[in-house]
């Protein structure tokens, strides 16, 4: 029974609510190492995948995953089958074909953006969504938010550094010390990609104004506040590809 709560802890109960598909999203949110559960079943060792980012059960063990031993393992048949049983509202065929292998690339994946959208896109079928709605390029994404300036006062993006998956937003606000503006260096952004495109040439004063952009192309992409940029206001910006 421990084997399939696990999983269900992620996806029962949940509903075609976003705030609440967004928050399991981030369960993997800082690429944590995945664990098998490790079982004594009549004699018999075995081995549960856990989610990315579960923690180890209390009171239980638990080693870290090695992405090459888990294909095929009966175990995910069996977590697929509970989840299942247990929905309100039973799955078309097509949904449960997807939801199979969502699960699949959830626990062997060893890609954050495949395991994030995975499990994005599991929940949304287990709430009763539509294929065809998990299956859209910004179901999954995400928004992530950049300071300009710091409450201490300095002159930095916090944080300098940030990854996201292809299809991610990212908003900058103001913190301090404005004016500030997003300028992306023409020569460090991927290939195909226009400067003019996802730069911000007005600059912002107010505290609390923001800038977004959404990243569909992946790469590292180099940018600066140019007000700021002689006192090193920089960042950089890594999209990764799904």
């Known amino acids: ?31 944590e190492e995945a664990l098998d559960l490790v079982i004594d079943h009549e004699g018999e060792r075995r081995l549960f995948p856990l989610l990315p980012g579960t923690k180890c059960p209390p009171g239980h063990q638990c080693r870290a995953r ?12 069996t977590f697929s089958g509970r989840i299942k049983d247990n ?29 994030r959208a995975a499990i994005s896109r599991a929940m949304g079928i287990a709430a009763g969504l539509l294929v065809s709605t998990v299956n859209t390029p910004v179901y999954a994404a995400e928004t992530k938010t950049v300071g300009m300036g710091t409450e201490s006062g300095q002159l930095v993006f916090d944080p300098a550094k940030l990854s996201i998956c292809k299809g991610d937003t990212v908003n900058w606000v103001i913190v301090k010390g404005g004016p500030h503006n997003v ?20 600059q912002l004063g107010d505290e609390g104004e923001s800038f977004s952009r959404t990243f569909s192309t992946a790469g590292v992409y180099g940018y600066y506040c140019e007000p700021h940029r002689s006192a090193g206001m920089q960042g950089e910006l890594t999209v990764k590809a799904a």
């Open 1 to 31: 029974m421990i084997k399939a709560l696990l999983l269900l802890a992620l996806l029962a109960n949940t509903v075609a609510a976003t705030p609440a598909l967004r928050a399991a999203a981030s369960v993997v949110a800082e690429e």
């Open 183 to 202: 300028v992306f260096d023409e020569e460090a952004i991927p290939s195909g990609v226009k400067q003019e495109d996802i730069s911000m040439e007005d």
């Open 87 to 115: 929905l309100k509202t039973p799955l078309t065929a097509l949904q449960a074909q997807h939801l199979d292998h969502d699960l699949n690339t959830a626990v062997e994946s060893n890609d954050f953006c495949m395991r």
């Open 66 to 77: 090695n992405f090459l031993h888990t294909g095929g393992n009966p175990a995910l048949t």
